[in-house]
C-alpha cells in the first residue's frame, strides 16, 4: 500500500499570498497518477488536478501541479478567500487507492 | 452531467450489516468504475472499494472480509454491505466515479456524501 504523506499540516496564509503543498509517497507513483481534491466543511472533495498537473474541467488558473515519482507539489499563486479549505492528494496508479491526512489551508 | 445520490439508513446497531445504494444520473455506468469512499469525523478520506460496470470488483485490504460491492445497471444503481460493523465505522459514505484506464483512471464525480452513525 502507497502511503502517502502532506505537508504541512496546517498552511496559516493571507489573501493574495502564494501556497505550496507537498504530497510524498512511500513508493513511485506508477504513470503519476496522482490527484488532489479540495474540500470544504460539510462538502464532498472538489477534484482540482489528476495526473499530477492536469487542471480538472473548470479549475482556476491560479492552480497548479507538478511533480513525478514520489515527490508532488500543488501550488495556489494567489490566495483567494474561496480557497481556504482543506486539501487531499490522493494516487491512484495502485490498489489500494490511498489518500493523504490532508492540508488545511487557512486565513492567517 | 452526471449525477451520484447515496441513500440508505442513517443510524446502523453494532455488529449489524451497513448497506447503502449510490443512483446514477445523468449517464450511463458503461465503461467506468464505481467507488465507495468513507470519511471519519475530522480525518481524511479512506477508499472502500470498487465495481466495474460489468461486475468485476476491487476491496481495501483492511475491510475486504466484511465488504461486498453490488451493481444493477438496468437501475443505474451500485451498492455497499458492510458487515459486523462497530463505532469505528462512523463516517460520512461517499460514492464516486472513476474513470476507465484509456480515459484518465482518476476519479472525477462525487456523490454529497450520507452520514452513517454506529451506535446502538
Known amino acids: 500500500e502507497i502511503v502517502l504523506t502532506q505537508s504541512p499540516g496546517t498552511l496559516s496564509l493571507s489573501p493574495g499570498e502564494r501556497a505550496t503543498l507537498s504530497c510524498r509517497a512511500s513508493?513511485?507513483?506508477?504513470?503519476?497518477?496522482l490527484a488532489w481534491y479540495q474540500q470544504k466543511p460539510g462538502q464532498a472533495p472538489r477534484l482540482l488536478m489528476y495526473?499530477?498537473?492536469n487542471k480538472a474541467t473548470g479549475i482556476p488558473d491560479r492552480f497548479s501541479g507538478s511533480g513525478s515519482g514520489t515527490d508532488f507539489t500543488l501550488t495556489i499563486s494567489r490566495l483567494e478567500p474561496e480557497d481556504f479549505a482543506v486539501y487531499y492528494c490522493?494516487?491512484?496508479?495502485?490498489?489500494?487507492?490511498?489518500f493523504g491526512g490532508g492540508t488545511k489551508v487557512e486565513i492567517k | 452531467q452526471v449525477q451520484l445520490q447515496e441513500s440508505g439508513p442513517g443510524l446502523v446497531r453494532p455488529s449489524e450489516t451497513l448497506s447503502l445504494t449510490c443512483t446514477v444520473s445523468?449517464?450511463?455506468?458503461?465503461?467506468?468504475?464505481w467507488n465507495w469512499i468513507r470519511q471519519p469525523p475530522g480525518k481524511g478520506p479512506e477508499w472502500i472499494g470498487y465495481?466495474?460496470?460489468?461486475?468485476?470488483?476491487n476491496y481495501s485490504p483492511s475491510l475486504k472480509s466484511r465488504v461486498t460491492i453490488s451493481v444493477d445497471t438496468s437501475k443505474k444503481q451500485f451498492s455497499l454491505k458492510l458487515s459486523s460493523v462497530t463505532a469505528a465505522d462512523t463516517a460520512v459514505y461517499y460514492c464516486?466515479?472513476?474513470?476507465?484506464?484509456?480515459?484518465?483512471?482518476?476519479?472525477?464525480?462525487w456523490g454529497n456524501g450520507t452520514t452513517v452513525t454506529v451506535s446502538s
Open positions: 464516486a466515479r472513476r474513470r476507465s484506464m484509456v480515459d484518465g483512471y482518476y476519479m472525477d464525480v
Open positions: 445523468g449517464e450511463s455506468m458503461t465503461s467506468y468504475y
Open positions: 465495481i466495474y460496470y460489468s461486475g468485476s470488483t
Open positions: 513508493q513511485t507513483v506508477y504513470s503519476s497518477y
Open positions: 495526473d499530477a498537473s
Open positions: 490522493q494516487q491512484y496508479g495502485s490498489t489500494p487507492l490511498t
